[in-house]
């Protein structure tokens, strides 16, 4: 069963410039989370979609943006870069939101912003 | 305001003895809570989780602990092998109608385990 899977692994781009990821989830499920990973503040949520619906949101300005398609594969978009954007970025998939198991992450892009 | 915390920035363990990591939560709301061990250049793997009515959950060599009084849980590791060696992540799960797939992760506690 192939797992979560995130495109690209590796990414530098300049201030100001504007960035795609996209993650693709295990077959079936529906529920896409992302996540930012920085040495100082640990991993944070950023959104989550299911079944094409944002439902639910953390606490990021709304250079911050996501969207899922039917086959449930999503993207997360950054525009106007800055250099805190600089990050680990993490997707993860679950059959659904509401489940108690964990949920199953991809390997992350590594988003460099120089 | 960080609704969960892990204080142990780093452990240390002999190879066959007991780890174990804690994690303390501030919100009394979470409704699950897991466990996730994370490579360097790796998306973190779910390890063990619980649920808030439960006091104790078992999977092989991982326990994982619920005081709620205390809101304290801990996972612990016996016996620890090399291989465990990596970043322990806690994390916790908000009730389903206001958190859709959102976890609160704590800061990590890189775990050493020398054989």
């Known amino acids: 069963k192939a797992g979560v899977t995130q495109t690209p692994r590796y990414l530098i781009k300049t201030r100001g410039q504007q960035v795609t990821l996209s993650c693709s989830p295990i077959s079936g499920h529906r529920s896409v989370s992302w996540y930012q990973q920085t040495p100082g503040q640990g991993l944070q949520f950023l959104f989550e979609?299911?079944?094409?619906?944002?439902?639910n949101k953390g606490n990021f300005p709304g250079r911050f943006s996501g969207r899922q398609f039917s086959n449930s594969r999503s993207e997360m978009n950054v525009s106007t870069l800055e250099l805190g954007d600089s990050a680990l970025y993490l997707c993860?998939?679950?059959?659904?939101?509401?489940?108690?198991?964990?949920?199953?992450f991809g390997s992350g892009t590594r988003l460099t912003v120089v | 305001d960080q609704q969960v915390k892990q204080n142990s920035p780093s452990l240390s363990v002999q190879e066959g003895r007991i780890s174990i990591l804690n994690c303390d939560y501030t919100n009394s709301m979470f409704d699950y809570f897991l466990w996730y061990k994370k490579y360097p250049a790796e998306g973190p793997t779910f390890l063990i989780s619980i649920s808030s009515i439960k006091d104790k959950n078992e999977d092989g060599r991982f326990t994982v602990f619920l005081n709620k009084s205390a809101k304290h849980l801990s996972l612990h590791i016996v016996p620890s092998q090399p291989g465990d060696s990596a970043v322990y992540f806690c994390a916790a799960r908000g009730p389903g109608g206001t958190s859709y797939g959102k976890l609160t992760f704590g800061q990590g506690t890189i775990l050493t385990v020398h054989p």
């Open positions: 979609y299911f079944s094409e619906t944002q439902r």
């Open positions: 993860a998939s679950s059959p659904d939101s509401g489940a108690g198991y964990g949920y199953t």
